[in-house]
């Protein structure tokens, strides 16, 4: 594998569920974000990890619940989500995490919240 | 606070004709500055990255664009679309805040060419 991974593709879960995003990097890479993107809405940043540290935290609602073991993996646990958190869910990574870091994408989970 | 505007949410070219995308930014320091591109079903994949060592800069595909500091603009264009190119772009300004650096995006610009 190379790059920036992401399992599974396509996710269909209801209101009640459980369930988690899978993010995996192969670049060597230090920082790792989550992104949320609706339809006609700009991407929103959720969070980023720096060195497995959360450093950001973009006002996410708590029933979001990000996990960095390491920094090649990234998680998004899941649960008792709403109709409105059907999106795309992106993950990236970057170098070091700071400002003029080149951010590499995954090519997201797409999720549906019946 | 820093931020995007892409101008045009849909622009529609016809095969082999110029490709501009117009993105402008509002920042307070020397910003970074980058265009994605965003194929179906594709995550975002950079096209080029500004980092003040040279006002135009060229990317992949046959992309370039000019940072206009007395604009704020960073527009995007290639010379002759292709079909290929039908994706969405998105123009974004790096910030960098206590320990975290981070990307405002615009809303993005869907390309959609004709033949």
């Known amino acids: 594998e190379t790059g920036v991974t992401q399992t599974p593709r396509h996710l269909v879960m209801g209101m009640t569920n459980k369930k988690s995003l899978k993010c995996e990097q192969h670049?060597?890479?230090?920082?790792m974000y989550w992104y949320k993107q609706s339809a006609k809405k700009p991407l929103e940043l959720m969070f980023v990890y720096n060195f497995k540290e959360q450093t950001e935290n973009n006002s996410v609602p708590s029933r979001f619940s990000p996990e960095c073991p390491n920094s090649s993996h990234l998680f998004l646990h899941l649960h008792t989500l709403q109709p409105e958190d059907s999106a795309l869910y992106l993950c990236a990574s970057s170098q070091e995490g700071s400002g003029g870091d080149t951010q590499y994408f995954g090519p997201g989970t797409r999720l549906t919240v019946l | 606070a820093q931020s995007v505007t892409q101008l045009g949410s849909h622009v529609s070219v016809s095969e082999g004709a110029l490709v501009l995308l117009r993105c402008n930014y509002s920042?307070?320091?020397?910003?970074?500055l980058f265009w994605y591109v965003q194929y179906p079903n594709q995550g975002l994949q950079l096209l080029l990255k500004?980092?003040?060592?040279?006002?135009l800069v060229k990317g992949i595909n046959g992309f370039e664009a000019e940072f206009k500091k007395s604009e704020t603009s960073f527009h995007l264009t290639k010379p002759s679309a292709h079909m290929s190119d039908a994706a969405e772009y998105f123009c974004a300004v790096s910030v960098f805040s206590g320990n975290t650096g981070k990307l405002i995006f615009g809303q993005g610009t869907t390309l959609q060419v004709k033949p």
């Open positions: 500004y980092t003040s060592a040279a006002t």
């Open positions: 920042s307070s320091v020397p910003p970074y």
């Open positions: 670049l060597g890479h230090n920082a």
